[in-house]
């Protein structure tokens, strides 16, 4: 068993049977656990290829039951990372969930990945690779609260460098140490489902679900189709 977060208020005798869904990066998870008082248990977790999230998606959440010997209706909630990350693998995975939740009325909790990714490594700030020279960046926002951006090398060069931020990649590491070259990089392994399963928990058990109609990708960035859009609308003004 897995502890969860410190400011978690369990319900002694709380129970609920929670599927996770990642599908935000280049490789993916699903993850079926049972949150139990103050603890999450993790009975099954499963890996997904990023290119085959569409084919893949549903049939290993019917594996994961299956070899629990539960079925849709004995889940209690779906937590659902979305984004920020790949576009395709974000709205793929939210279609999923939406698709899974709505018709047994399952609720759902929705959880950043850069949050995952930092309560995973114990502190505030992270990053994740953007790809296009990119991050995708959580810190501190001028009211103490996080905030989560999309910064090249020039915005993090004016941005106050944290002391440590968590990075998974090598990719977003390289441009951190170069834009923070006093910031201690924590370089934590890729966030999963069972991850974010965990995180939520408190989340799971204090009832604070989303609105299905109104769950949508945590992107930070436009997809291609919009930036090329906006792109050729300039060039024909």
């Known amino acids: 068993m897995a502890g969860i977060s410190e400011d978690f208020q369990g319900r002694p005798g709380s129970e609920r049977l929670v599927l996770g869904v990642d599908t935000c990066g280049l490789m993916g998870s699903v993850a079926l656990g049972r949150i139990c ?8 977790e499963a890996e997904l290829e990023g290119r085959s999230y569409s084919a893949t998606l549903v049939a290993a959440v019917g594996n994961l039951l299956a070899q629990a ?14 984004g920020p990350g790949s576009f395709t693998g974000v709205r ?12 047994a009325r399952i609720p759902v909790v929705a959880v950043s990945r850069l949050e995952v990714l930092a309560w995973k490594a114990g502190v505030g700030p992270a990053a994740l690779d953007a ?21 090249g090398l020039a915005e993090l060069r004016r941005t106050p460098p944290p002391y440590q931020i968590a990075v998974s990649d090598e990719t977003a590491a390289v441009l951190l140490a170069s834009a923070w070259p ?20 408190p989340g799971v058990l204090a ?31």
Request: glycine fraction near 10%; avoid cysteine.
């Open 37 to 44: 008082g103050l603890t999450v248990e993790i009975v099954g």
């Open 69 to 82: 010997g539960l079925g849709m209706q004995d889940l209690g909630a779906i937590v659902a990372v979305n």
């Open 92 to 103: 793929v995975g939210l279609s999923a969930v939406k698709g899974l939740a709505e018709p």
């Open 131 to 151: 790809h296009r020279n990119e991050v995708f960046l959580r810190v501190p926002g001028p009211d103490g609260e996080a905030t989560e951006l999309l910064a």
């Open 182 to 201: 006093e910031a201690t990089l924590l370089r934590i392994p890729t966030p999963t489902a069972a991850d974010a399963m965990q995180l939520a928990a």
């Open 207 to 237: 009832e604070k679900f989303v609105d299905l109609a109104r769950l949508d990708g945590h992107y930070l960035r436009r997809s291609d189709a919009e930036i090329f859009a906006a792109a050729a609308k300039v060039r024909g003004a």
